[in-house]
C-alpha cells in the first residue's frame, strides 16, 4: 500500500526567511504523481505544485520549489521569502499514474510570523 | 468558471440524525471525488463517480455511507445514521479528465456529530 507521511506537524518561520516541510512516501511503483495542496483558514484546498516522477528535473513555481529524491521517496517543498499568507495547512499528496486514489499524509501547520 | 462548491460549510448533528452533504463540481468535469479528514489524521479518499457511474468505492467506511450522483452533475452524500467517528471535513473534488492531474477542490463540509 502507497503511504504519505509528512513529520512535521506544526513548523513556524520568520516572514521573508525560509521553510522546508518533509514528505516521504511508500510506494512499488515507478510511474506516479506527486502535489503539495495548501489549505489556508478559508478551508479550500489549492494545488501549490505537482512533480511527475518520470522528471528528474525539480519542479519549481515562483517561490515554491521542490527537493524530489526518487531513491529516497523523499519529497520536500522549499518556500523561500516567506509571506504571511503562505500560513496555512500543507498536505503532500501522491497519486499513481492511471490512478484516481490520491492519497494524503496528515497536513503540516505553517504559521509565519511577521 | 465557477469552482467546486460544497453545502453546507458546518453541519452539527446528533448521533443517529441524517446528514446530507453536497457538491457541486465544476460544470464540464466528469470526474468527481469525494474525501474525509478526520481531526488530525491525513485525507482519506471515500469514492470517484465518473458522470453518473461510481467508478471506485472502495474508501467508503461502510454502509451507512450513500454517495449518488444523479445526472452526472451534483453529487450527495448521505450519512445514516450518524455515529461520533464520523466527524470531520469532508472534501469534494472535480477534474476533468480519468487521469485527475488537476483535481479542484471545494471548501469542504465540516461534521461534527455530537
Known amino acids: 500500500a502507497q503511504t504519505v507521511t509528512q513529520s512535521q506537524p506544526e513548523m513556524s518561520v520568520q516572514e521573508a526567511e525560509t521553510v522546508t516541510l518533509s514528505c516521504t512516501y511508500d510506494?512499488?511503483?515507478?510511474?506516479?504523481?506527486l502535489f503539495w495542496y495548501k489549505q489556508p483558514p478559508s478551508r479550500q484546498m489549492i494545488l501549490v505544485i505537482r512533480q511527475e516522477a518520470y522528471k528528474q528535473q525539480n519542479a519549481t513555481e515562483n517561490r515554491f520549489s521542490v527537493n524530489f529524491q526518487k531513491a529516497a521517496k523523499s519529497f520536500s517543498l522549499k518556500i523561500s521569502d516567506s509571506q504571511l499568507g503562505d500560513a496555512a495547512m500543507y498536505f503532500c499528496a501522491y497519486r499513481r499514474t492511471r490512478s484516481n486514489d490520491m492519497r494524503f499524509g496528515a497536513g503540516t501547520r505553517l504559521t509565519v510570523k511577521p | 468558471e465557477a469552482g467546486v462548491t460544497q453545502f453546507p460549510s458546518h453541519s452539527v448533528i446528533e448521533k443517529g440524525q441524517t446528514v446530507t452533504l453536497r457538491c457541486d463540481p465544476i460544470?464540464?468535469?466528469?470526474?468527481l471525488y469525494w474525501y474525509r479528514r478526520v481531526m488530525g489524521k491525513e485525507i482519506k479518499f471515500l469514492l470517484h463517480f465518473v458522470k453518473e457511474s461510481k467508478q471506485d468505492e472502495s474508501g467508503m467506511p461502510n454502509n451507512r455511507f450513500l454517495a449518488e450522483r444523479t445526472g452526472g452533475t451534483y453529487s450527495t452524500l448521505k450519512v445514516q445514521p450518524a455515529e461520533l467517528e464520523d466527524s470531520g471535513v469532508y472534501f469534494c473534488?472535480?477534474?476533468?479528465?480519468?487521469?485527475?492531474?488537476?483535481?479542484?477542490f471545494g471548501s469542504g463540509t465540516r461534521l461534527t456529530v455530537v
Open positions: 473534488a472535480s477534474s476533468q479528465d480519468m487521469r485527475g492531474y488537476g483535481y479542484t
Open positions: 460544470s464540464g468535469h466528469d470526474n
Open positions: 510506494t512499488s511503483e515507478s510511474d506516479y504523481y
